[in-house]
């Protein structure tokens, strides 16, 4: 009986002829969202990065009118990546999707702040204990997106171990977990130290 086509085997195949089909690394598609090219979208995510620096600068007042501009303005780029997506050729999109991936990175962080700030506002915990190691976050998230363009390893691997030191700083993973105000520091760091990996090359 002959086999239908679709159960029919061919000649054996090379492992190697699909290799210039492959996706590539994230860490490559990362180099290339974050050329020249793109530099209109990097202007703004640095914006939203010094607005972050000026919510960790002001914490014990009330940053609710900040971060409400602050979640505005993200909101804005990413609206304009998403539409920007549908409108350009596949590998171009597969660039947008990465700037998205960072922005909702950015946008983890912003919650996280946004937590953090009530907290602070609230008086209700050690809050002076507690201060040095929110700017140590916001500082490593900073550092991390600082780095999107430059990728100087040096200043990646400090972020990398500034963060594996905060986390030690919180008191580790099970004390961090029973500590809301931990948890939420941890989480704004966590955003940084994603980014430096994938820019490390690591991921």
């Known amino acids: 009986m002959t086999k239908a086509p679709f159960l029919q085997r061919g000649p054996p195949r090379r492992i190697d002829e699909n290799v210039e089909i492959m996706l590539p690394s994230l860490h490559r598609i990362l180099q290339d969202a974050t050329g020249d090219d793109y530099e209109d979208y990097l202007k703004q995510i640095g ?6 620096g000026m919510v960790v600068e002001g914490l014990g007042s009330s940053q609710a009118k900040n971060i409400l501009l602050l979640t505005s303005k993200h909101n804005e780029v990413m609206r304009k990546i998403v539409k920007d997506i549908a409108s350009v050729s596949i590998e171009e999109a597969s660039r947008l999707v990465i700037l998205a991936g960072l922005l909702l990175n950015l946008k983890r962080a912003i919650e996280a702040l946004d937590a953090i700030s009530f907290f602070f506002e609230g008086g209700e915990e050690p809050i002076e204990a507690q201060r040095k190691n929110v700017k140590e976050a916001s500082e ?41 105000l931990a948890i939420l520091i941890y989480k704004m760091a966590f955003n940084g130290y994603c980014l430096a990996r994938v820019a490390r090359g690591l991921v």
Request: glycine share 6%; no cysteine; proline share 0%.
């Open 47 to 52: 914006e939203i990065l010094i607005n972050i």
């Open 140 to 180: 490593i998230l900073l550092k991390a997106f600082g780095n999107l363009k430059v990728k100087r390893e040096e200043d990646l691997d400090e972020v990398l171990s500034r963060f594996k030191l905060l986390k030690m700083t919180l008191g580790g993973v099970d004390r961090i977990r029973s500590n809301t």
